[in-house]
């Protein structure tokens, strides 16, 4: 979804003259840089070079980075964060992203929600029309529903019992939410004053991300299965996770490794991997 810049992804494209040239499409990340990693694909018969920086959560690099890469390359992504909080129809949007976008004035930026809402979605429709994840019945524990409506609606919808963890999670109150409703009117409450917030106390950024605070254990324990953005999943994880299945969308050998050390049974990614690296919409 293109959220700001002159031109779409499409013309930027066109623009770019020979049609063998790769196209650079770069992804600027609030994450820690221990995930940088470049890739050569063809998509569509263009090749393109995509390259995911992470800053280590200094937002001040990461605005001066889009900025120095805007009209460099053919399109810039928002990573470690969102545009946009999501409750049914309504977007709230994040302040400290939407300047972050704001840094760019001519190359389209991205932030991956289109994704979220379609491919996540359909990948968890997926699971339950095609047997392979049996999911009627099954006790979900999604760690943030506005991160992820799309997934929210498909568990409910496939007939989970789901906590959502968004008061959890991202406010540290061990209430569980149960209903999608609940999560609409919580919405509309708190998010036009949370999405003031720094992304920092929002999500985790930089060394965070690489670092355990296992919290709240007793919903992880509850759960058949655990679902939503990996960083949020992995930060509070308790030691053992045995049987479990993990529903997310990025993970790196390393992750995975430590999900069969804590006893992880069954894991499904929503996003491919190119030469190794997983590309996510985070």
């Known amino acids: 979804m293109t959220i700001t810049g002159k031109e779409s992804f499409a013309q930027a494209s066109l623009d770019q003259g020979d049609s063998r040239r790769p196209l650079r499409v770069v992804s600027v990340s609030l994450g820690s840089a221990k995930r940088n990693h470049e890739v050569e694909v063809e998509m569509l018969g263009r090749p393109l070079v995509i390259e995911r920086i992470g800053v280590d959560g200094d937002y001040d690099k990461a605005c001066a980075m889009i900025a120095?890469?805007?009209?460099?390359?053919?399109?810039?992504?928002?990573?470690?964060?969102?545009?946009?909080?999501?409750?049914?129809?309504?977007?709230?949007?994040?302040?400290?992203?939407?300047?972050?976008?704001?840094?760019?004035?001519?190359?389209?930026?991205?932030?991956?929600?289109?994704?979220?809402?379609?491919?996540?979605?359909?990948?968890?429709?997926?699971?339950?029309?095609?047997?392979?994840?049996?999911?009627?019945?099954?006790?979900?524990?999604?760690?943030?529903?506005?991160?992820?409506?799309?997934?929210?609606?498909?568990?409910?919808?496939?007939?989970?019992?789901?906590?959502?963890?968004?008061?959890?999670?991202?406010?540290?109150?061990?209430?569980?939410?149960?209903?999608?409703?609940?999560?609409?009117?919580?919405?509309?409450?708190?998010?036009?004053?949370?999405?003031?917030?720094?992304?920092?106390?929002?999500?985790?950024?930089?060394?965070?991300?690489?670092?355990?605070?296992?919290?709240?254990?007793?919903?992880?324990?509850?759960?058949?299965?655990?679902?939503?953005?990996?960083?949020?999943?992995?930060r509070y994880m308790p030691p053992t996770m045995d049987g479990k299945t993990i529903i997310t969308n990025t993970t790196t050998p390393d992750d995975v490794t430590m999900l069969r050390e804590r006893g992880v049974a069954t894991l499904v990614t929503t996003t491919p991997e190119l030469e190794g690296a997983p590309s996510a919409p985070t």
């Open 68 to 234: 120095q890469l805007d009209g460099e390359v053919a399109a810039i992504g928002l990573g470690g964060t969102d545009l946009y909080l999501v409750a049914g129809k309504r977007r709230y949007v994040i302040e400290e992203s939407r300047r972050l976008a704001r840094s760019a004035r001519v190359t389209p930026v991205v932030d991956g929600s289109g994704l979220k809402n379609t491919l996540e979605r359909e990948t968890i429709r997926w699971l339950a029309e095609s047997g392979e994840l049996e999911l009627a019945g099954k006790k979900v524990l999604l760690v943030s529903a506005v991160d992820r409506f799309g997934m929210a609606e498909a568990f409910s919808e496939a007939g989970c019992q789901t906590i959502f963890g968004d008061l959890i999670f991202s406010l540290g109150l061990a209430v569980p939410v149960r209903s999608l409703r609940t999560i609409r009117v919580l919405a509309a409450l708190l998010l036009p004053v949370l999405r003031r917030l720094p992304i920092s106390v929002l999500y985790p950024t930089g060394s965070k991300q690489e670092t355990r605070k296992p919290r709240h254990a007793r919903f992880y324990h509850w759960a058949d299965i655990v679902a939503g953005d990996f960083h949020y999943i992995s």
